[in-house]
Structure formats: structure tokens, C-alpha cells
């Protein structure tokens, strides 16, 4: 079955930066689109950036580009998020997406927290 799973959040203060990584299995990886999604408290999901399955398609929602990058190594089964100058407003569970058939997939998330 189709698993996806988070790591790598924690809590950064004001201006750090972290990597996410997310480890896929149970479908054929390199042939998929993925995305991070996020979501913060009392707030609704939204999608932070996403990438082609060859990795030469990306896009980034306005809030994180230049910030934010998301890559793939499709060798491993695993995609990566680097956020760098994290803002606290950055603060929210990050979540590992794909589609699959017409079928969402979705990870636990891991939790990112940017305070001092």
C-alpha cells in the first residue's frame, strides 16, 4: 500500500532553516507528481510547492519562493523540502501528497515550530 512518510520538523527559531524529508513506498514513485502541503493552527491546508515527476517541473506558492526548496531523489524514494529563513509564520504540520489513479495520499505530517 501506498505509504508517506514525514521527518525532519522541529522547533527553529526566527531566521533558521530546516530540511524535511518525506520516504515513499508501495507505488511506483518516479512516475508521480509530489507536493508539501501545510497547514497551520486554525487555518485551512494549502500547498507550499510542488514537483514533476522527473523533478523538472516545480512551482512554489508566493509565501515561500525564495525561501523554499523542494526537490526529489527518485533513486531513494524520497522527496525533500529545504526551508531556509523560516518566519513564524512558516510555524504549521508539514505534509507529504501525492495522487495516485484519482486516489490522495497523504503522510502524518511533522511538525514545524519557528519561535525564539
Do not use: H
Not at 497547514?39 to 506558492?61: F, H, W
Amino acid at each position: 500500500q501506498v505509504q508517506l512518510v514525514e521527518s525532519g520538523g522541529g522547533l527553529v527559531q526566527p531566521g533558521g532553516s530546516l530540511k524535511l524529508s518525506c520516504a515513499a513506498s508501495g507505488f511506483t514513485f518516479s512516475s508521480s507528481t509530489m507536493t508539501w502541503y501545510r497547514q497551520a493552527p486554525g487555518k485551512e491546508r494549502e500547498s507550499v510547492a510542488t514537483i514533476s515527476a522527473g523533478g523538472g517541473g516545480i512551482t512554489y506558492a508566493n509565501s515561500v519562493k525564495g525561501r523554499f526548496t523542494i526537490s526529489r531523489d527518485n533513486a531513494k524514494n524520497m522527496m525533500y523540502l529545504q526551508m531556509n529563513s523560516l518566519k513564524p509564520e512558516d510555524t504549521a504540520v508539514y505534509y507529504c501528497y501525492t495522487r495516485r489513479y484519482g486516489v490522495p495520499y497523504w503522510g502524518k505530517g511533522t511538525l514545524v515550530t519557528v519561535s525564539s
